[in-house]
């Protein structure tokens, strides 16, 4: 009979890589078994959130400041004043092969997806620009997806020198920068590679047992196939 074949990771983003970080199987289950999880009002309300933003943004009829983007008015404000809704580009979903070349989302060659939430390039400087809204608390964890943004943002177009991205704290009204520079692009890549690489090596997916398995979907507490 034959071996049914070990499962893998072949692509990633991160969220797939801060769910293998803190715990494979919950990454097995999620991203390769493809094993759904129930939609928390906590997570409701922070795509809310981010709609919101986008429709402010995008200047799509009606949108105004809603409570949710309150802590951020006049920066949002001040991005509608002084740029052109074309120079924006909101929800922005890219794709990189193996190679960090651009390619199409569903193409069998993308290894690397990601979703930026808001774009834009500064000609004049060579400067890309990436905000990234979080809702809940500011976490020190979460922070490399920032510099994850930055590497990506030099794989794309236009060529720039610079990378800027921050996360906005809707809720707390809170920021954190990360800035990346050209000549610091080929280390952060090869960090990031590295990074990378158990997950794509691992076959096995073993459980890292938490207090996040409190609230894991997957979880034998919540009937789930995990053994803790």
Known sequence: MPTKPAPM????????????????ARCKYKHIDKMK??????????SDAHK????????VKGATITPAMATFKEEFMALRKRLKPAQLE??????FDK????????AASAWLRVVIDLTWVEAKEARREVVDYKTGKNRESAYPQLRLYNLVSFFMAPKIKVAHSAFWYLDQGETHEELLLEGQVEQER??????IAPMFADRVFVPKPSRACMWCSFSK???GPCPY
């Open 221 to 223: 507490a919540k009937g």
């Open 52 to 59: 919101q933003c986008e429709d402010y943004t995008k200047r």
């Open 99 to 106: 190679d960090w070349n651009p390619c199409d989302w569903f």
């Open 9 to 24: 990771v072949t692509s990633w983003s991160w969220s797939r890589l801060a769910d293998y970080d803190q715990c494979p």
């Open 190 to 195: 090869k960090d990031w590679e590295k990074k």
């Open 37 to 46: 999880e129930p939609q928390s009002p906590v997570l409701q309300a922070g």
């Open 90 to 95: 909101t929800e922005l979903r890219v794709a």
